[in-house]
């Protein structure tokens, strides 16, 4: 009978155990489960995945009049007035499936050597207007660099960068630099401008590169931190508002104005 009693204790207790045990585990999941959760970005901190680089041409070609996009630069051409393409890249990504061979001579700086693009004509023509660099190689350096590490074509990866731009130039951040030619504006204004233009908290995602000009400092181009799925007809506004903030660096600057040197 003793030993009846001591199976059913033993029954019991091991019931007990397996009870603790289910127990433990379930609490262990859920405390798992909430570290996972608390370790996710909280909203407005965000990650970025890509950079989108846009100049402002006449400042850039300021400190480089030599090169063949600046000296055929005039006062009426576009990329006077408007922002122009620079390149759109994944963050510490480049030259993806690139052979050693073709990414040595794009390191060299001679892009015009290196292998035309395989777009549409309309697209090649756009990119001669929006993208000024295009007349150095620049096209094809950031496609070899960037745009194969992203998936889609060359048509694809540029057509987008484009529908960018176009968004950008027909914003309020256009709108600023464009009436404010040969004058300065401060990091504050420009993020005023991308919040109207693009939410708020956008300017937060921005980056402002400048560089010296004898004791002038002028506005070169702006960096723009991105984050979401890429692809034609992307929200720009969204995929800024996803990417993580940044410093600005440059907290004011000269909106050059083309040929004034």
């Not at 052979?99 to 073709?102: E, F, H, M």
């Given at each position: 009978?003793?030993?009846?009693?001591?199976?059913?204790?033993?029954?019991?207790?091991?019931?007990?155990?397996?009870?603790?045990?289910?127990?433990?585990?379930?609490?262990?999941?859920?405390?798992?489960?909430?570290?996972?959760?608390?370790?996710?970005?909280?909203?407005?901190?965000?990650?970025?995945?890509?950079?989108?680089?846009?100049?402002?041409?006449?400042?850039?070609?300021?400190?480089?009049?030599?090169?063949?996009?600046?000296?055929?630069?005039?006062?009426?051409?576009?990329d006077a007035t408007h922002f122009s393409l620079h390149g759109l890249w994944p963050v510490k990504k480049s030259y993806c499936g690139v052979?050693?061979?073709?990414k040595a001579r794009a390191q060299k700086g001679n892009w015009l050597d290196l292998p035309q693009l395989a777009v549409a004509q309309e697209t090649a023509d756009r990119l001669m207007v929006a993208m000024p660099g295009t007349q150095s190689g620049l096209d094809r350096h950031q496609w070899l660099r960037s745009g194969t590490c992203q998936s889609g074509t060359a048509q694809d990866y540029f057509s987008m960068q484009l529908s960018f731009l176009d968004r950008l130039n027909a914003s309020s951040v256009r709108t600023l630099f464009a009436g404010r030619l040969g004058k300065t504006v401060t990091e504050t204004e420009i993020k005023q401008a991308f919040d109207e233009g693009f939410g708020k908290g956008a300017g937060d995602r921005v980056r402002m590169r400048c560089e010296k000009d004898g004791d002038r400092s002028v506005i070169t181009g702006l960096t723009i931190g991105l984050s979401g799925t890429l692809a034609g007809g992307s929200d720009l506004a969204a995929l800024i508002?996803?990417?993580?903030?940044?410093?600005?660096?440059?907290?004011?600057?000269?909106?050059?104005?083309?040929?004034?040197?």
């Open positions: 009978m003793w030993r009846r009693a001591m199976k059913a204790n033993a029954g019991r207790v091991q019931r007990l155990i397996l009870g603790l045990a289910t127990m433990i585990f379930c609490s262990f999941g859920v405390m798992i489960a909430q570290a996972a959760e608390d370790t996710k970005v909280s909203p407005g901190k965000g990650k970025t995945e890509y950079i989108l680089a846009v100049s402002w041409q006449p400042g850039f070609c300021e400190t480089r009049p030599s090169r063949k996009e600046c000296a055929s630069q005039t006062t009426d051409r576009f052979s050693a061979d073709i508002q996803a990417a993580a903030p940044t410093d600005f660096k440059c907290a004011s600057g000269v909106v050059d104005v083309a040929g004034i040197q």
